[in-house]
Structures are given as structure tokens and as C-alpha cells.
């Protein structure tokens, strides 16, 4: 069994690393970048799994965090408590001592004459003595507790006291959880019945033989127990022959190769950095950790931010390697696509890497995604091709495009069972007699009369004016160059990668060839992006996550890839995008796209015209304005001149008498000149949203902490 519980995870277009034949033993521990914490494994297991997390709002590091209230409680300052103290304890110490000689008369004694008998009345009688003094300190701790209520004693003995002492010194010691409730005694499966399976599991957790993601994966697989997918006899079978090793991912990989993040797969988090400490942001978010999992990346990201403010390094790759985790652990399947050499993660990270326009790259890439129906594949296709070149409105299309291409891969399909390779579809759009006759005298005598109507349609519109296919031809020229002679194969004699095997977790990686081939590289993203978009909306099994990341989608966005990322979220799949300025998007996409993500970043260094559009996104809120004037006394007297005179003297300021008006404004949450100017190097401004509908206001967050 695989993570997922199947026996193949990946399809025929997946990296064919060879299954281990018997229960691998725990290699080495990888590498970890310096600073970075150690992943949980060995002894330092069990704490990682039994450590806290509670609760929390949306995007809050959720590994160790300590609720916060929602809004800041009033902290008096320390010399104004302690000075309101003494003199509630001098207030306290002058009424008693006012009321013990009499200055305020016998009043206060009353009482006590009304409840003592006269026969204790007698001078000198110990039981006279007893109650009166109990009545002395009645009264005594009766002004006690009320000065020190209006003196604020208590909060001083919570601030400055054992209380606090303790807390600084001794951390709270938490509980060892009972059996019922220890996670690493696998509770779910001994209720389910699975006794020695999780007996074997918990054997091996304690041996230190467990890591977070063999957890993690093991987890996943029992849910698929749970949904029925798979039966209880085969999990425990892997089980008790494999231990913390059954169910693993068919590269036979544990886990990643080396983390440069902080990750948390038992909430499915990575920590992108901490939310800072400044007015702007909730009290309930202020030092908290920021943690990103896939509930907010469902609804997509979209970072902006100019070259060197850390998308690629700080954003971009702590997220690949949390995705690549969870498709280890069988939760997810990922593909990141970037220029090469943009350092998206070693290439040990990932089961398939394509190297586009590398002779040395073992994997091509499917040009028409894995598809046999000519229709879609021509979709996908002229969104690649000429998806930029449409009208930039939410509302236009290209079907002229697909058109077009249809009328050509139907009829060469029909004849060949394949599509056409790159040289072969640009004669064909070219409109070269040969292959077209070629095609209308295989198809001739077939029966297949609507392919020669399609293919007659498209020797007629051949010439005219406003026919696609010239434009066609020279995108398709751009792929038609030496460097790409060796790729997008279609006779069968490579390995080519589709989109299609995201029904597995699988860990992908594609290289676009950034230098002399910019065009190029941009349509091929835009072929990547559709072609996910497509896949992901017809996929079996939604309950693994798909996730494209792609570096840099610079010419990549496109009405058709708009109205694409808004329906990836019922699909339980997302995108993650970078844009070093938002004027590489067409104007009347902006708002579009912005609006079709759910989690949007701006970065330190933002332009002010792009700061707006973040502006105009988070909106206005209401908030507390204090205006604040200072208005000159002017003396009425000869005595008050005088003292004014005085005043100005020692002060060198004209009296002044000052009035504060507090009034509710509507503001902007973050303005266009403060994400331009006020976000500091190595911070963003980030909103969140997650798949529940549940959001994050605009938050600062430290990208290094």
C-alpha cells in the first residue's frame, strides 16, 4: 500500500523509482538548514506530538500558540499604578487613624454595643477584649479592601509579585495525557479494533523510530480505511510488517532531503514568519506565529513584490516544501513551475523534474495535457497560445482560437491516433497543401464525414481576413526552435509529464528556459496553468490537494486563467502566484484577480500605484480619530497676567488650555502610501481567507522571525 492506500500513486507518468523490497530502515537524518529548528524525529517526537494546539484565528502558527483576547486590556503604567497604590494606602491608613482617636466621632462603634451583652461590658473581661479587637480588625480589613480596590493592589501583586515571579522562572508543566487521549498511543485505531497495529505503532514512537511524517502518512491512510476506500485487513497488514514505514509513498522516500521551514504536518502548517507587534495589526494576532496550510492556500495566493523583496526565498520555496511534505505524507500533489536555476528546492525534493530546453532532462512535457478529446486539448492549448492576446475583460474568450485548432487536431488524430507534434501543427496552421491534402485524402472513404467538414472549414477561412491560424503559427514557432527539438513529443518515445496524474500525490517540478526564450517560457506557463485548471475540475478523488506553484506569472494571467483559479477552490486545489509589479496583469484583470484569491501579500518595496489596488481590495474600516487642540489662555487680572508672565518664564510656552474631540471615521486599512513606504524590508502586508469563508484583516508580518 501507498500513502493513499492504493498500490500505485502516481500513474504511468510518474518517476519509476523502485519500491524497496522489505521495511526500509530509517536512514540517516537529512540535513537542516542552519537556524532552522530540528525536524520532530527520534526522542523529540512524542513532545512534537503531544504539544498543544489550540484553536486559533485564521493563519495563526497554531504549534505551542497561547490564546490572546481579542481586544488589548488597558495596561496601566508602572509608575502611575504604583503611586496610585501609596496613596490608597495612605488615603486607608488616615481614615483609620482618623476613626481611632475619635476625630470622626463613636458612629463606627455602634454596632458593637448593639451585639455584646452588658454583662461583657465588664473592664478587663477576656471576652470583651476578643470581640472588640475582632470588630477593630473587621473595620480594619473592611477599608483594607476598599482602597485596595481603588488602589489597584491586586493587579500589582499579578504584575510584580509571586505570580509573576513564577512565570518567569518556572514554565507550567504540562500534564502527561491518559492513554485514552496520548495521540502516540494511536487511540483511533484501538477504538476501531486495531489493537496490534497501533500497539506496533506506538511501540515504534516511543523507540524513536517515528517521524512527523510517517505520523502524517499513517493518518492519511487510516482515513482512507475510515471512507471505505480501502479495507481494515490490508492497513493492518502493512502495518504490523512495515511499522512506521507501511504505507510510503512509492519513490520509498520518508522524507525531504533537507528544510529550510518550520512545519507542523500534524495541522498541515509551515510558519512563513511572525505577525509584528504593532498597532495596525489585531491585538489577537501581535507576536503571534503565521502559519499557512493548505485551508488557505484552497483559496490561492497571490504574492506581489519587486525583485529582491524575498518572494521567491521566503515565500515561494517554504511553501514547495510544505506541499512537497504533504505528498510524501499522501495529502497532497504539487507542481512547481519557475525559471531554471530560480532555487525552488534540490532536485532530490521532487519524483518528476522537467527540464524544458535541457538535453540532460529525463521527463518532456505533454502539450496537449494528457487528453484524448481534440476539443479540450485544443481549450488548453490556444489559452497557451494566444490567451494574452484576448480581450483583457472578465467576460471575453478565445474560442476563435480553439476553433481553429480543433478543426486541425480532430482530423489529424482521426488519421494518425495522435496529436501533432510542434513542427506539424505550425505546417498545418500555416496552411501548407501538403499536409492538409494529406489529411482530406486519409479521411476520405473513412465515414468520417464531419472531421472533412471540419477540415473543410478550415481550407476555406485559410487567407481571409481575421482568420487566427497565421497568429497561431507563430506562437507555435516559438516552440519550434532547435533548443526545443527534443521535447513535446508525441510518437511515444519519451517520458512525457501531464497534469493528469494529480489524482496522485505527486511532487513536480518544471523548468522554464528564462534566458533568450522569455515568450516561450510565458506561453508555457499559461499551458501549464490551463492545463492544471482543467485537471483538477474532472479529478476522482478531491480529497488529496492539488497545489500549482508558479514564480513569477508575468504575461501568465488571462481572462480564461481568471475564471479558472475562481472554481479551483470547490475542487480543493489552489495556486500560489508571484508578480514582481501588478502592471505586468492587463488593467481590467487586476481587481478580477485580486478578487478571484482568497490569501493576497504585498511586499516590502510595492510601488504606490500598486499599493491602491491592495487599498481598494482591503477596504475601509471604522475607527477611533482623537483630535487634539490647544487653545491660549488669555488672563482676565492684573493677578493672572502676572502669573501667565511667570508661567511663560519658566516654561517658554503660552498657557494653553487643550480639548480633545473623539469622533468614528471610516479609513482605509492599509492606504497605497503606507504599503509603498511603511512596510519595512523583510515584511509584507498579508490578508487571509480560508475554504470556511473565515478571513484575517490585513495583517505586518516578519518574514524573517
Not at 496613596?87 to 487613624?97: D, E, H, M, N, Q
Not at 451585639?115 to 477584649?129: L, N, R, T
Not at 501581535?286 to 495566493?301: E, F, H, P, V
Amino acid at each position: 500500500m501507498d500513502s493513499d492506500g492504493t498500490q500505485d500513486a502516481r500513474g504511468t507518468h510518474a518517476n519509476p523509482v523502485p519500491r524497496p523490497a522489505g521495511p526500509p530502515e530509517v536512514p540517516p537524518r537529512p540535513t537542516t538548514a542552519p537556524g532552522v529548528p530540528q525536524r520532530p524525529d527520534g526522542s523529540a517526537f512524542l513532545t512534537w506530538l503531544r504539544a498543544p494546539r489550540p484553536d486559533a484565528l485564521p493563519g495563526v502558527w497554531r504549534f505551542g500558540h497561547r490564546p490572546r483576547p481579542e481586544e488589548e486590556p488597558e495596561l496601566i503604567p508602572a509608575r502611575q499604578l504604583v503611586s496610585g497604590a501609596v496613596i490608597a494606602f495612605l488615603v486607608g491608613w488616615l481614615i483609620w487613624s482618623l476613626l481611632w482617636n475619635g476625630y470622626l466621632g463613636g458612629w463606627w462603634l455602634l454596632p458593637l454595643y448593639a451585639m455584646i451583652p452588658d454583662s461583657w461590658a465588664q473592664p478587663h473581661s477576656f471576652a470583651s477584649v476578643v470581640v472588640v479587637y475582632a470588630y477593630y480588625v473587621l473595620i480594619a480589613l473592611v477599608i483594607m479592601i476598599g482602597v485596595g480596590r481603588l488602589g489597584r493592589w491586586s493587579e500589582i501583586w499579578r504584575r510584580y509579585g509571586p505570580p509573576a515571579w513564577r512565570r518567569a522562572t518556572a514554565p507550567r508543566a504540562e500534564r502527561p495525557p491518559v492513554p485514552e487521549q496520548d495521540p502516540a498511543e494511536w487511540p483511533q485505531l484501538r477504538a476501531a479494533g486495531a489493537v496490534d497495529a497501533a500497539e506496533r505503532l506506538a511501540t515504534e514512537a516511543r523507540a524513536g523510530l517515528m517521524r512527523d511524517v510517517d505520523h502524517a502518512r499513517i493518518v492519511r491512510a487510516w482515513q482512507g480505511v475510515r471512507s471505505g476506500r480501502h479495507s481494515l485487513a490490508a492497513f493492518t497488514g502493512a502495518v504490523l510488517s512495515d511499522g512506521a514505514a507501511a504505507c510510503l509513498h512509492p519513490s520509498g522516500e520518508r522524507d525531504l532531503p533537507a528544510r529550510i521551514a518550520r512545519h507542523d504536518l500534524l495541522t498541515g502548517q509551515v510558519r512563513l514568519g511572525t505577525t509584528a507587534d504593532d498597532p495596525r495589526n489585531p491585538y489577537a494576532y501581535r507576536g503571534a506565529g503565521l502559519g499557512l496550510g493548505t485551508d488557505l492556500l484552497g483559496t490561492s495566493l497571490l504574492a506581489v513584490g519587486p525583485a529582491g523583496s524575498g518572494k521567491t526565498g521566503t515565500v515561494v520555496q517554504p511553501l514547495a516544501e510544505s506541499l512537497c511534505l504533504q505528498a510524501l505524507a499522501g495529502r497532497a500533489a504539487v507542481v512547481v513551475v519557475g525559471a531554471a536555476g530560480a532555487g525552488l528546492g534540490p532536485v532530490d525534493a521532487y519524483d518528476v523534474v522537467v527540464r524544458i530546453g535541457n538535453p540532460e532532462s529525463v521527463y518532456d512535457l505533454d502539450l496537449y495535457g494528457g487528453t484524448g478529446d481534440p476539443d479540450e486539448a485544443a481549450a488548453v492549448l490556444a489559452e497557451a497560445l494566444v490567451g494574452d492576446l484576448a480581450d483583457p475583460h472578465p467576460g471575453s474568450d478565445s474560442r476563435r482560437s480553439t476553433t481553429v485548432l480543433a478543426q486541425l487536431l480532430g482530423p489529424f488524430r482521426a488519421v494518425h491516433g495522435r496529436f501533432p507534434s510542434v513542427p506539424e501543427l505550425r505546417q498545418l496552421l500555416d496552411g501548407a497543401p501538403g499536409p492538409l491534402d494529406a489529411l482530406r485524402t486519409a479521411l476520405q472513404g473513412s465515414g468520417q464525414e464531419s472531421l472533412l467538414r471540419e477540415l473543410d472549414a478550415r481550407e476555406r477561412q485559410l487567407g481571409h481576413p481575421g482568420d487566427v491560424a497565421p497568429v497561431l503559427a507563430d506562437r507555435v514557432a516559438l516552440l519550434d526552435r532547435p533548443a526545443f527539438a527534443g521535447f513535446f513529443d508525441t510518437s511515444g518515445q519519451s517520458k512525457p509529464f501531464s497534469l493528469k496524474a494529480l489524482d496522485h500525490p505527486v511532487r513536480v517540478r518544471i523548468d522554464l528556459p528564462e534566458r533568450g526564450h522569455a515568450d516561450a517560457s510565458r506561453m508555457l506557463a499559461r499551458l501549464v496553468l490551463a492545463q492544471f485548471t482543467a485537471s483538477v475540475a474532472v479529478r476522482e478523488d478531491r480529497s488529496l490537494f492539488a497545489c500549482l506553484v508558479l514564480d513569477d506569472a508575468t504575461g501568465v494571467v488571462t481572462p480564461e486563467a481568471v475564471r479558472g483559479i475562481q472554481r479551483l477552490r470547490s475542487g480543493n486545489a489552489g495556486v500560489v502566484v508571484t508578480l514582481r509589479t501588478l502592471d505586468d496583469v492587463p488593467r481590467p484583470l487586476r481587481g478580477p484577480l485580486l478578487g478571484a484569491t482568497g490569501c493576497r501579500m504585498a511586499l516590502s518595496g510595492l510601488t504606490p500605484w500598486d499599493g491602491q489596488d491592495f487599498a481598494e481590495v482591503w477596504g475601509k474600516e471604522w475607527t477611533e480619530a482623537r483630535d487634539v487642540t490647544d487653545r491660549q489662555i488669555i488672563a482676565e487680572t492684573p493677578a493672572g497676567k502676572a502669573l501667565h508672565v511667570l508661567r511663560r518664564v519658566i516654561t517658554g510656552k503660552a498657557p494653553t488650555q487643550r480639548a480633545v474631540t473623539v469622533r468614528q471615521v471610516e479609513r482605509e486599512r492599509w492606504s497605497a502610501s503606507e504599503l509603498a513606504h511603511g512596510v519595512p524590508p523583510g515584511h509584507a502586508v498579508l490578508s487571509l481567507t480560508n475554504v470556511k469563508g473565515e478571513h484575517a484583516p490585513p495583517l505586518l508580518v516578519d518574514l524573517r522571525g
